[in-house]
């Protein structure tokens, strides 16, 4: 199996911060990368798939990018809104593994 | 605009079998363009993807829940369902029943639908 490892494992940041998590696949997985956002009691939400692509209605503050084996996922300008878990998950071949999850907060 | 729904026990014995069936609606679940699947979350815990199936009934599942899983398709009803057999209470999560576009005949993109997620618990 693929795995996938995350750093950091969390972070505090402020609203207004550039803020940057990075996403590391065991083996290359070419662009087959994805990333999600995640808050309590809420369902997870696709954010950026194919490492680059912004999923329809996320706002363009997220930007991913990378390919083979190491990637990352941006948020140019923390809102109070993006104080979230985010994971990746590689989707290169099954089993489509997550990432532990980079946590955000004040 | 496609929507799922999870249904099934909200409470589950050790060592008995989860079962969870998602009705798909706003759209067929005998698409050729996407996978079908289960991710779930144990409490205080990430993200675990479970396993997908293909409208041509391929299945692909996680490593270590295979020897104990089954995922199926119900075309003339348009769900997909999940069982678990020999459960303990490392099996209690949030299970939800999700959507992934298919790529190439292995690979995915994002999971961009998602069920509202039911909770698990498997308890005596």
């Known amino acids: 199996d693929i795995q996938v490892t995350q750093s950091p494992s969390s972070l505090s940041a402020s609203v207004g911060d550039r803020v940057t998590f990075t996403c590391r696949a065991s083996q290359t997985i070419g662009s087959y990368l994805n990333w999600y956002q995640l808050k309590p009691g809420k369902v997870p939400k696709l954010l950026i798939y194919a490492a680059s692509s912004l999923q329809s209605g996320v706002p363009s503050r997220f930007s991913g990018s990378g390919s083979g084996t190491d990637f990352t996922l941006t948020i140019s300008s923390l809102q109070p809104e993006d104080f979230a878990t985010y994971y990746c998950q590689q989707s290169y071949t099954a089993p489509f593994t997550f990432g532990p999850g980079t946590k955000v907060d004040i | 605009q496609l929507q799922l729904q999870e249904s099934g026990p909200g409470l589950v014995k050790p060592s008995e079998t989860l079962s969870l069936t998602c009705t798909v609606s706003?759209?067929?679940?005998?698409?050729?363009?996407?996978?079908w699947g289960w991710i779930r979350q144990p409490p205080g815990k990430g993200l675990e993807w479970i396993g997908n199936?293909?409208?041509?009934?391929?299945?692909y599942y996680s490593s270590s829940l295979k020897s104990r899983l089954t995922i199926s398709l119900d075309t003339s009803k348009n769900q997909f369902s999940l069982k678990l057999s020999s459960v303990t209470a490392a099996d209690t999560a949030v299970y939800y029943c999700?959507?992934?576009?298919?790529?190439?005949?292995?690979?995915?993109?994002?999971?961009?639908?998602w069920g509202q997620g039911t909770t698990v618990t498997v308890s005596s």
């Open positions: 999700a959507r992934q576009a298919r790529a190439t005949i292995t690979t995915a993109f994002g999971v961009d639908v």
């Open positions: 706003g759209g067929s679940i005998s698409s050729s363009t996407h996978y």
């Open positions: 199936i293909y409208y041509s009934g391929d299945t």
